[in-house]
């Protein structure tokens, strides 16, 4: 049973408008919830991350929304740009354990 | 220059025949972790260690083995690979578990187990 979901393999933005990623999770003892952009050929690098006791965090461009109440966090890109086209993976841990969703392919058109 | 580096980088194996992939990092991290990827599937944790000589099996240790003699390194080993070993695994490192602080992950090793 995934712990932590990402429902859309695949979401397509024009340049210059919002993009939200969303990720669902099942477990309420995650501590920390975390998003990882990756390109092809290199690992996964960090972008942004919330504590389970906040419910936003913002960084730049990136921000990063939590609700608690419905297990649901997103990523607001704001904004887009042709080279933030990756998979962005969204992910949950707990006293060290990492539970990673299976990733958004995100695509921003010029 | 910070980073964590992996070796091999590509390493095609025999069912079997056993196997170290290495892992290193040069930023003093408490933490570091192991994954597979795999398609559909995305990043799963293998084993973690939050410190020297403490490990931990995460959602998917079966037929890995891994050890934290000392805290630069963190090897993955693979006492008798099988075909659904072949995956993309990347390592990880961070100064604490328990932080929000970024993970810094090698460039992977694309292992294949024929």
């Known amino acids: 049973d995934q712990q932590v979901k990402q429902n859309s393999p695949s979401l397509s933005v024009q340049e210059g408008r919002i993009s939200i990623l969303n990720c669902d999770y099942t477990n309420s003892m995650f501590d920390y919830f975390l998003w990882y952009k990756k390109y092809p050929a290199e690992g996964p690098t960090f972008l942004i991350s919330i504590s389970s006791i906040k419910d936003k965090n913002e960084d730049g461009r990136f921000t990063v929304f939590l609700n608690k109440s419905a297990k649901h966090l997103s990523l607001h890109i704001v904004p887009s740009q042709p080279g933030d086209s990756a998979v962005y993976f969204c992910a949950a841990s707990m006293v060290g354990k990492y539970i990673f969703g299976t990733g958004t392919r995100l695509k921003v058109l010029a | 220059e910070a980073q964590v580096t992996q070796n091999p980088r590509y390493l095609i194996t025999v069912t079997g025949k056993k196997l170290t992939v290495t892992c290193s990092q040069n930023m003093n991290h408490e933490y570091m972790s192991w994954y597979r990827q795999d398609p559909g599937l995305g990043l799963r944790q293998i084993y973690y260690?939050?410190?020297?000589?403490?490990?931990d099996k995460g959602d998917v240790p079966e037929g890995y083995k891994v050890s934290r003699k000392e805290k630069r390194n963190f090897p993955l080993i693979l006492e008798s690979p099988s075909p659904n070993q072949t995956s993309l695994y990347f390592c990880?490192?961070?100064?604490?578990?328990?932080?929000?602080?970024?993970?810094?992950f090698g460039q992977g090793t694309r292992l294949t187990v024929v």
């Open positions: 990880a490192s961070s100064l604490f578990w328990d932080r929000e602080t970024e993970a810094f």
């Open positions: 260690s939050m410190n020297v000589e403490v490990t």
